[in-house]
């Protein structure tokens, strides 16, 4: 009986080139989406910067140097941390083994590089956002911060939605816990995109939130915050000499002196409030800079997250939307946002996210 001679003939090596490419591809196309988003935007962005002669500079590397420390930083963190773990777990050789992790991390590197090249792009997302960010002033001078006040105030019965929560939550303590959460926020926003930039085992999960984050930026970001112009509680006085919220500023003023006299923190928001209106004042374009309060973005990615991560896991969803509900408290509590700006945010953000749900799943070939 005659035997099949079943064998492959090695490649050679024209023949590897062509198959590693052929893999690059098919892990770039996975996001072609994304990269189709992030290359038109930017390209129209930058033309009518030039166009229109922007007294803003534009900078496509704003955030290139940020990122890429923040991507260090993170991979260190991860090192040690999964080092420990493996001298808790007894492992007999940690070395080998955490060795063995790196390379199922890094390789085959045509994987490593569609996620390299997918965050550059999101670099772009937060570039573009600040430059935008900064010009709604010069698009839509801010106008709706008092119909704003007086839509707080109707919503919550005819008091100020900042009274409410200095009530709940009285005292320098309390403005530090929620100053911390609010600060923590930029750390879990972080960690869950570099966890759906990696994570491969819902393929449509993770274009979902990937496209929801950054279609946010855009449309909450820019376009209804252009469309809705105003400054927030903390900028209403030095812009328009209106005095409404100086009991807010004066007590969140003395509570981060008193934080100061006991030598145990400070109130950032004040801080980084200071840091925005002297961008402002310069017309700068830097990391953060631009003002702008109605819809809160805080609140907008907070709300994602708790989506996203009640898709994962139903009991780390509800912690999740507790802490959105923290940023929503805080946000107002230090004087950022409106309450208005948080609901508004929140309902944009879950009609953003429905809708890219269903895209989704309507064309699913364009979203392998």
């Not at 988003?37 to 940020?66: D, G, K, N, W």
């Not at 953060?288 to 780390?316: C, D, E, F, Q, T």
Request: hydrophobic share 50%.
């Amino acid at each position: 009986m005659a035997q099949d001679n079943n064998y492959e003939l090695p490649l050679n090596w024209q023949q590897k080139v062509s198959l590693w490419f052929g893999e690059l591809k098919v892990h770039l196309l996975k996001d072609k989406v994304l990269y189709l988003y992030c290359a038109v935007t930017t390209v129209v962005i930058y033309s009518l910067s030039l166009y229109f002669q922007s007294p803003i500079r534009y900078s496509l590397t704003t955030y290139l140097e940020t990122i890429g420390t923040a991507c260090y930083i993170t991979f260190l963190m991860w090192c040690t941390y999964y080092y420990f773990y493996l001298i808790v777990q007894k492992e007999k050789s940690p070395t080998k083994q955490f060795l063995r992790k790196l390379a199922q991390i890094f390789f085959p590197l045509n994987r490593t590089i569609a996620v390299a090249t997918l965050v550059l792009m999101l670099t772009l997302v937060f570039s573009n956002h600040t430059f935008l960010k900064s010009l709604i002033p010069i698009l839509h001078p801010f106008s709706f911060d008092e119909a704003f006040i007086n839509l707080d105030r109707v919503l919550h019965f005819g008091v100020d939605p900042w009274v409410i929560t200095h009530s709940l939550f009285p005292g320098a303590w309390s403005s530090y816990v929620l100053n911390m959460a609010y600060n923590a926020w930029f750390f879990l926003m972080w960690g869950m995109l570099i966890f759906f930039l990696i994570y491969k085992k819902r393929p449509q999960l993770r274009q979902q939130f990937l496209l929801t984050f950054v279609l946010s930026w855009m449309v909450i970001g820019f376009f209804f915050a252009t469309l809705l112009s105003s400054v927030g509680p903390c900028y209403v006085e030095p812009l328009s000499e209106n005095n409404y919220f100086s009991p807010l500023m004066e007590t969140l003023r003395a509570q981060n002196q008193y934080l100061l006299d006991i030598e145990i923190g400070q109130l950032w928001a004040l801080a980084t409030q200071e840091h925005l209106w002297h961008d402002y004042i310069e017309q700068a374009n830097s990391i953060g800079s631009g003002i702008s309060a109605m819809p809160s973005m805080h609140v907008s990615i907070a709300v994602l997250i708790a989506l996203s991560i009640y898709r994962l896991n139903k009991i780390a969803g509800y912690v999740a939307y507790f802490f959105a509900l923290i940023i929503q408290i805080g946000s107002v509590h230090l004087a950022w946002h409106y309450a208005i700006d948080g609901y508004f945010a929140t309902v944009l953000t879950i009609l953003i996210w429905k809708a890219v749900g269903y895209l989704i799943h309507r064309y699913p070939s364009a979203f392998p």
